[in-house]
């Protein structure tokens, strides 16, 4: 098929596809995903795209991306810098350009660069104009990009003219003419999208057709082109043995809760409240009602909480999902359900921050409110995922420790995680952990003062002595009819206390509770290969990537370092304390201002430094890494020099 | 005061409530924990009633629960020996709705006062309401806060004097049946805590109705809103201040059945006129007759409005409105049902096969 064209091998590429919010970038990003995927490739994606559902058309507001990094080998981020950009429109191709690393390859559709269109857009004159001839480095000069101008749109047209669409519908149909055209550029495999395009318009011939023509189209335009001399090739990345899907992280955390009710045997309810960028969690979960998943649209983030706490009290398994702003607002519900310690699992999918923020951006800044945004002493344990894939079993993990515990349990999911994707290893269910509910359905106690059975009653307090967990008794049991609520329970029989010696005993109790989760969890995963790094990096949440990504570099330049990852927040791991004491300069990146520093600072007396970035933006590797060199260079006492791996990727890659 | 409230033929409310085969007393029902509301509160009475009626409905008594809010009726459910939370301001019908939806076998009861319902938690209501879930709602409407000891409630008539406001309240009341009626209320009913017959007639009602039962008690205050429905309750003034709602009897009140209602065809709502045959006085059979089962609500409503939200002189007491209508929560539970009888099989199995799905790949 690639007659007279050469080929060239790449071990990795980054593409950004970017257009006007109308312009389907996130379904062209996505299937160009899916290919790659299918392909066997390694990739990690990032979508990036306005809170407004249409911004302005044209505008650079409007601009929405979709990046996708695949590569031949194990890959952690979506990438620092594209080495391609794909832009519909003047707006795009000006919102994008200055992510862009030199020699960056940039296809153009040249079909908006109107008058109308790059005024919009803030260009005085049209760019593509002065190609050639722009003094090397001007401000939104394109001379030090490889720039393929070509008229998308207008070939798209063309190609679909036999079906009689209107010029508007027959010109939105050019994302898949470049994804077509993509998807010769790196051989992928075409039948998925096909497919996916024959099921998604399958009631709507012309529309149908017209997209399968348009991806044809532009599959052979650039096999016949002049303007692309060379295909590229990037090899299926060696993977361990099974079988992979490509997954989100929402999606991957709404199979993780109904995996969390078939390994418990419990109906899983979900109170939730809409709001960006949780709710695709809701649609899925919504659609799986066959595993006995109850959705609920609740008024207000308030009722999410409280229908879900509920449902835990009358036996199933509780579940609210909401991002930061929705935390805010179920605070007190959580420490209602700290205080009738009822199962109850509360996701927060972070974004941007404070107030309404960025709703549509990634942050990590709920940490601390997660850890402490209720009154009095109200201990929430915290659970995070670190890549897309891993919300499945983050969300189990906090599933287990919910009914185990008899606990709300935070799940701090993010932005990033939430839309990015990455190739998913499908677990075997037989690997999967079984949960207990443990239901009572006794008597548990008996006065000391009478042996006969009719003097025993139920203590709905008193508490199992391994993991302090209290009795669960749902209504319907005979005999244990008892009542919970807000106020301070007395020890054991709990009933309504307000006796000081008591209040303290059981704000220590409930505190022992969540410190006694620690025993359960495994010893966590140093990664010093050689055992002679003095600088620890320690993360949690979707910083995973961008973290190991780094921590490659550095490595790879020759230098040490030591790389840990947290998944439980709250309680800390048992060992973290000695791992943190084994180095000498502990660095902690965060997308916040210091929030796991200020926890492990308070908790272990350790100097932990913070690496911090709050851009809504995932970290980049390469800034981790530069900072990681700073403190091998200040522990060791050396010139650190990561130049070796400072080529940029592109020069590599293109 | 002796009032018919037979309403046959509607599905109950407790239909797939567990029946007991013991008989029980009120005795069963009372906790062994001290009641600790002020002496002469209103609020015993009704507690009397409720452990009083509860062994009539003849349910498992461990198939019961009660959730209440914050305030000093939401203590109720300490009181009774079934199962119960005392959870947070305003949200009991949040939670209850989380009960209800999750379990079809259980009779389940909010018990909320007029801040906590109508203030804090006055989103939660109107959506109960509206979606109907099943469960009976029981507004003890003392119309203060007295929990956090004499502040004016969204009850309380404009101008009154508190702690909070010194120079009179500015706020214009809520009518909570209005409210409910106008939330698209099921079942609507007004009683009061003095008149056992009628609130124990109004709570099997009440229970008996499957959707979301809405009953506003009005319950004396003896410490910070002592008299507020004297009224009401004054032997001299009460036959002049009730206006009684009897299913498909005229509605007629006052001494000796003096007056009575009929349609304002001018203003559109009711007037109250003076029953008899003399000069400008209405005949007993031109009266309007009481229809809480009529699918239009405008009457019910408009009768609602005949209390007068200031000091309370007068007041219509009883069913203002029962209709049958679809309950979210056996449609959520028919929706759950419905797709497990198009997926059947192992949970399991269809777990991994849901988790398999999509476009996969396989590396050996």
């Known amino acids: ?654 | 005061m002796t009032t018919d409230l037979n309403f046959p033929g509607l599905r109950s409310g407790v239909e797939l409530v567990p029946a007991t085969d013991q008989p029980q007393t009120g005795k069963d029902f009372t906790s062994d924990q001290e009641v600790r509301w002020c002496p002469g509160c209103g609020d015993y009475a009704v507690l009397k009633a409720v452990q009083g009626f509860l062994p009539d409905l003849g349910l498992r008594r461990e198939n019961i629960v009660f959730v209440s809010g914050i305030g000093c009726s939401s203590r109720f459910p300490y009181y009774l020996d079934t199962y119960g939370m005392h959870s947070i301001h305003g949200r009991a019908p949040s939670i209850a709705t989380g009960i209800a939806t999750a379990r079809e076998d259980l009779s389940v009861w909010v018990v909320t006062g007029d801040g906590d319902a109508l203030s804090i938690g006055g989103n939660h209501l109107i959506h109960a309401l509206r979606r109907n879930v099943n469960m009976t709602i029981l507004l003890f409407n003392n119309r203060i806060y007295g929990l956090t000891k004499g502040q004016y409630s969204p009850t309380s008539e404009t101008g009154k004097i508190t702690k909070s406001t010194p120079m009179g309240s500015l706020d214009h009341p809520f009518n909570p049946v209005s409210l409910a009626l106008g939330a698209e209320g099921s079942f609507v009913a007004r009683t009061i805590d003095s008149d056992r017959k009628h609130l124990t007639s109004v709570l099997s009602a009440a229970a008996a109705h499957r959707g979301t039962s809405f009953v506003e008690i009005y319950q004396n205050c003896p410490i910070f809103n002592d008299g507020a429905f004297d009224a009401i309750k004054n032997n001299d003034t009460k036959a002049d201040a009730i206006i009684p709602l009897v299913q498909g009897e005229p509605i007629r009140f006052g001494v000796e059945g003096a007056k009575g209602l009929v349609r304002d065809t001018e203003g559109g709502g009711v007037k109250i006129v003076e029953v008899g045959t003399g000069p400008g006085q209405v005949a007993e059979d031109a009266l309007l007759v009481h229809d809480a089962r009529n699918p239009d609500p405008s009457t019910a409503f408009a009768i609602s409005r005949l209390t007068d939200s200031g000091y309370l002189n007068q007041s219509p007491i009883g069913i203002f409105r029962q209709v049958d209508r679809p309950t979210y929560d056996d449609q959520a539970r028919g929706q759950v049902a419905e797709a497990r009888e198009a997926a059947p099989g192992d949970r399991s199995e269809r777990l991994a096969a849901l988790i398999g799905g999509g476009d996969t790949w396989t590396i050996i």
């Open chain 1, 1 to 654: 098929m690639q007659q007279g064209k050469q080929v060239k091998q790449l071990d990795r590429v980054i593409i950004r596809f970017a257009g006007d919010s109308g312009d389907g970038m996130q379904l062209t990003g996505d299937r160009f995903t899916q290919e790659s995927a299918v392909f066997g490739n390694d990739l990690v994606t990032l979508p990036n795209f306005p809170a407004e559902i249409r911004a302005p058309q044209g505008t650079l507001p409007g601009v929405s991306s979709f990046q996708v990094h695949f590569a031949d080998h194990d890959i952690l981020t979506a990438g620092d810098a594209p080495d391609v950009l794909v832009a519909m429109n003047p707006a795009a191709l000006r919102a994008n350009l200055g992510d862009l690393p030199k020699g960056a390859t940039i296809i153009v559709d040249t079909h908006d660069f109107t008058a109308r269109n790059l005024a919009k857009a803030g260009y005085d004159a049209n760019p593509l104009d002065a190609l050639g001839d722009a003094a090397p480095g001007a401000p939104g000069g394109l001379s030090e990009f490889a720039v393929h101008p070509v008229d998308l749109t207008g070939m798209t047209v063309e190609a679909v003219k036999e079906f009689g669409l209107s010029r508007k519908d027959a010109a939105r149909a050019k994302n898949m003419f470049a994804l077509g055209l993509l998807s010769w550029l790196y051989g992928r495999p075409t039948e998925s999208t096909i497919a996916f395009l024959e099921k998604r318009f399958a009631k709507v011939a012309d529309i149908r057709d017209a997209n399968i023509a348009a991806f044809k189209a532009g599959w052979n335009f650039g096999e016949t082109t002049e303007t692309f001399a060379v295909q590229y090739e990037v090899k299926p990345a060696p993977m361990a043995p099974g079988t992979y899907r490509n997954i989100t992280g929402n999606l991957a955390l709404a199979y993780g809760l109904i995996a969390g009710g078939v390994q418990s045997g419990l109906p899983v309810f979900l109170g939730s409240y809409p709001i960006t960028p949780a709710s695709d969690i809701l649609h899925e979960l919504s659609k799986h009602k066959s595993f006995g998943v109850t959705t609920f649209q609740a008024e207000d983030e308030i009722a999410g909480v409280g229908a879900a706490i509920g449902a835990s009290f009358a036996g199933a398994l509780g579940v609210t999902t909401t991002s930061g702003p929705g935390i805010a607002l179920k605070s007190e519900a959580i420490g209602l359900a700290v205080m009738t310690e009822l199962p109850l699992l509360v996701v927060d999918v972070q974004r941007g921050g404070p107030s309404t923020g960025l709703p549509t951006k990634t942050e990590q800044a709920d940490l601390l409110q997660a850890m402490f945004g209720r009154n009095g002493e109200a201990p929430v344990p915290i659970v995070a995922p670190q890549s897309p894939g891993d919300c499945f079993d983050a969300a189990l993990e906090a599933a287990r420790i919910a009914v185990t515990y008899r606990t709300p349990v935070m799940l701090l999911s993010d932005g990033y995680l939430a839309n990015g994707s990455e190739p998913w290893r499908i677990p075997e269910l037989a690997d999967l952990p079984t949960i207990d509910p443990a239901f009572a359905t006794e008597l548990n106690h008996r006065p000391e003062t009478g042996d006969s059975g009719d003097d025993a009653e139920f203590w709905p307090y008193l508490r199992d002595e391994e993991t302090l967990a209290r009795p669960w008794a749902v209504p319907g049991t005979p005999g244990l009819e008892h009542r919970i609520g807000g106020l301070e329970k007395a020890d054991g029989h709990g009933n309504i206390s307000y006796d000081p010696a008591n209040h303290d005993l059981m704000v220590r109790t409930r505190q022992a509770k969540v410190d006694r989760i620690a025993e359960s969890l495994p010893p966590l995963v140093v990664d010093d290969p050689s055992g002679e790094a003095r600088v620890l990096v320690i993360g949690w949440g979707s910083t995973y990537g961008p973290i190991g990504a780094g921590v490659r570099r550095v490595r790879k330049a020759g230098y040490h370092v030591a790389q840990v990852h947290l998944r439980h927040l709250n309680p800390f791991p048992k060992d973290l304390g000695d791992i943190l004491a084994r180095y000498d300069k502990v660095l902690v990146p965060e997308m916040n201002l210091g929030q796991l520093s200020m926890l492990l600072r308070a908790r272990y007396l350790v100097d932990a430094i913070g690496y911090n970035q709050v851009r809504g933006l995932p970290l980049k590797a390469v800034e981790v890494a530069e900072a990681i060199g700073e403190l091998v260079s200040q522990a060791e006492g050396i010139q650190v020099d990561l130049s070796t791996e400072s080529t940029p990727s592109t020069e590599k890659a293109l």
